[in-house]
Nanobody, 128 residues
Framework: QVQLVESGGGLVQAGDSLRLSCAAS????????MAWFRQAPGKEREFVAG????????LYADSVKGRFTISRDNAKNTVYLQMNSLKPEDTAVYYC?????????????????????WGQGTQVTVSS
C-alpha cells in the first residue's frame, strides 16, 4: 500500500507560481511512476506530468510544457510540481498518483486508469 498526501494548493493570480508537494508513505519501489493529474469542474481528470521514482525520465502534457516542472526528493519520499506562469485554465483539483507497473510505451502513463494509488487532491485556483 502507498499513501499519498498532496499540499501546496491555493488561490493565485494569473502569471504567479505555485509549488505542489506529494508526500508518499508505505511501500515504494524504484520502478514506480509518480504523476500529477488535474480535474477541472465538469471535465475529465487529465494527466499533467510524471516522473519515475528512480531515474530522470519525465513526461508532460502539451498544455503545461515549458511552464510546469516535476521533480522528486527520494530522501523525503516527496514529488513536487513547480507551476510557473499560471493561467486561469490551470484551475483544477490536482491529484498525485502512483502507477506500480512498468510500461514499454510512455503513452500508457497518460491514462488515469493505469494508476493504482491516489491522493485526496489539492485545489489550485488561478484568477484572471
Amino acid at each position: 500500500q502507498v499513501q499519498l498526501v498532496e499540499s501546496g494548493g491555493g488561490l493565485v493570480q494569473a502569471g504567479d507560481s505555485l509549488r505542489l508537494s506529494c508526500a508518499a508513505s508505505g511501500r515504494t519501489f524504484s520502478t514506480y511512476f509518480m504523476a500529477w493529474f488535474r480535474q477541472a469542474p465538469g471535465k475529465e481528470r487529465e494527466f499533467v506530468a510524471g516522473i519515475r521514482w528512480s531515474g530522470s525520465n519525465t513526461l508532460y502534457a502539451d498544455s503545461v510544457k515549458g511552464r510546469f516542472t516535476i521533480s522528486r526528493d527520494n530522501a523525503k519520499n516527496t514529488v513536487y510540481l513547480q507551476m510557473n506562469s499560471l493561467k486561469p485554465e490551470d484551475t483544477a483539483v490536482y491529484y498525485c498518483a502512483v502507477d506500480r507497473n512498468v510500461h514499454l510505451s510512455p503513452s500508457y502513463y497518460y491514462s488515469l486508469h493505469e494508476y493504482d494509488y491516489w491522493g485526496q487532491g489539492t485545489q489550485v485556483t488561478v484568477s484572471s
